[in-house]
């Protein structure tokens, strides 16, 4: 039993199929800045009704049977009516002539209970992958780039002024880079393969706070830049403990503790000597403070701020996740699950709450065991927190697939199957998680 409904869906020309219809094309390809002959007669046979174009500096809203020899089209109006797909031809020529986005609009039975058939929760998640992929690259770059900058800080015994210039500007893309799509650096955070290092440690602290700070709305990229910069330099103070310290495989002996718990007051004294905001100082100085009274410096928790408090939250998340010299390392979930056990001890619940939020039960990019044996990458939300949708990257064979089967937990299609927990993604796939995850191609 299902109805037909129409959805419109923003997707890639390369995910088009037959029986969709085209609504509006979303980019302008290059060939399109300056018009000749040919082009003008392939913009005609298309039905648009409206081109926005520029014709010797000024701007026109004009018919495409009007168009005239250097003429640059600036933007499409969407058709009216929709251009109907019938062939795989007319998706090709899209293509040839350097068409991306497109809003498509998609005829489909609804077999779902909340009204999504398998076919357009596919496509949206084909088109939400796309963006991701596209950015991935990017948010590497500048997490890359991150260490570089930190790990030079990190060997210094004096934090010069270059240094903390070079800390804003990673402070000011990260921001950047996560209010285009936070999803990206989320992936790479998730899977991320490398051991622990402080240096790295302290950006993938800077990059989750963002991530959740972004999440709850706050979209101020001063406030986020400087909450970037306290994320950034929150453990600067150890590099005023010794290395015999920070190094050592085994447990402190209650002296080298003593010596590893000055490491955020000595951050709190570089960062202000610095002129660094103070957030950022604040953010630094009580990372460690917990609601117990067992953190460190000596602080009453209700006298820190919530940003402090939230990176003390990432702080350990980020520990659970990372693999180190003598332990393993813990899935997303089952470390949001152990902060969440810890909550009543250590942390603020309401802002646990909310950064367990900012991932959902399971963050795109976890790797799950399915019950049929199936490993998959989650892809997507889904309608259910807990059944969401995922792409099967190793079949009941322990083979690697090429084309992921897509499953929409929430689907009653898929009623008999069900996640059974949650995988570590290095014990799978050793250190090239991410990578596999760029080439997802789901059918
Ligand atoms: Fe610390
Ligand atoms: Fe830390």
Not at 25 to 30: M, T
Not at 256 to 270: G, L, Q, V
Request: aromatic share 8%; hydrophobic share 40%; glycine share 4%.
């Amino acid at each position: 039993m299902g109805k037909v409904i129409e959805k419109k869906i923003e997707i890639l020309v390369e995910n088009l199929e037959k029986g969709m219809s085209i609504t509006c094309f979303l980019d302008v390809p290059q060939i399109f800045k300056k018009m000749d002959d040919v082009t003008i007669s392939f913009l005609k046979r298309i039905n648009f009704k409206k081109i926005k174009i520029r014709r010797f500096s000024k701007t026109l809203d004009i018919l495409a049977k009007d168009l005239m020899p250097y003429d640059e089209v600036l933007e499409f109006y969407p058709l009216n009516p929709p251009l109907v797909i019938n062939n795989q031809k007319t998706i090709d020529v899209f293509l040839q002539y350097g068409f991306k986005k497109i809003t498509a609009l998609v005829t489909e039975t609804v077999s779902n209970t909340n009204g999504r058939s398998l076919t357009i929760v596919m496509e949206e998640t084909k088109a939400n992958l796309n963006r991701i992929k596209d950015n991935i690259d990017n948010s590497r770059k500048i997490i890359d780039k991150g260490y570089e900058v930190l790990s030079d800080m990190f060997e210094q015994k004096q934090i010069s002024e270059k240094h903390i210039t070079g800390a804003k500007e990673l402070a000011r893309d990260m921001v950047v880079n996560i209010s285009k799509n936070s999803q990206a650096s989320m992936v790479l955070s998730i899977l991320k393969d490398h051991d622990e290092y402080t240096f790295r440690h302290c950006v993938d602290v800077a990059n989750q706070v963002i991530i959740v700070c972004n999440f709850m709305g706050d979209k101020s990229e001063k406030h986020l830049q400087i909450i970037s910069m306290g994320g950034l330099l929150h453990d600067i103070g150890k590099s005023m403990i010794p290395k015999e310290i920070i190094n050592k495989p085994g447990p402190l002996s209650d002296d080298e503790w003593a010596i590893m718990k000055k490491h955020p007051t000595y951050s709190a004294e570089i960062l202000s000597r610095q002129g660094v905001d103070d957030i950022a100082i604040d953010i630094a100085h009580f990372h460690h403070v917990k609601k117990n009274g067992k953190g460190y410096p000596q602080k009453a928790f209700s006298e820190i701020s919530d940003l402090a408090k939230l990176t003390a939250i990432s702080d350990v998340f980020q520990a659970l996740v990372t693999k180190r010299p003598y332990k393993m390392t813990d899935p997303p979930n089952i470390a949001l699950s152990k902060i969440r056990q810890w909550a009543s001890d250590d942390f603020d619940e309401r802002l646990v709450d909310l950064f367990i939020k900012s991932f959902g039960v399971y963050p795109i990019g976890s790797v799950v065991l399915l019950n049929d044996k199936r490993i998959a990458f989650v892809v997507g939300r889904g309608d259910e927190t807990t059944r969401p949708l995922v792409a099967v990257v190793v079949d009941e064979n322990r083979k690697f697939v090429r084309n992921s089967d897509f499953v929409d937990l929430s689907n009653p299609e898929f009623n008999e199957l069900k996640i059974v927990k949650p995988l570590d993604h290095r014990k799978i796939f050793k250190e090239k998680a991410a990578e596999l995850f760029m080439r997802l191609e789901l059918h």
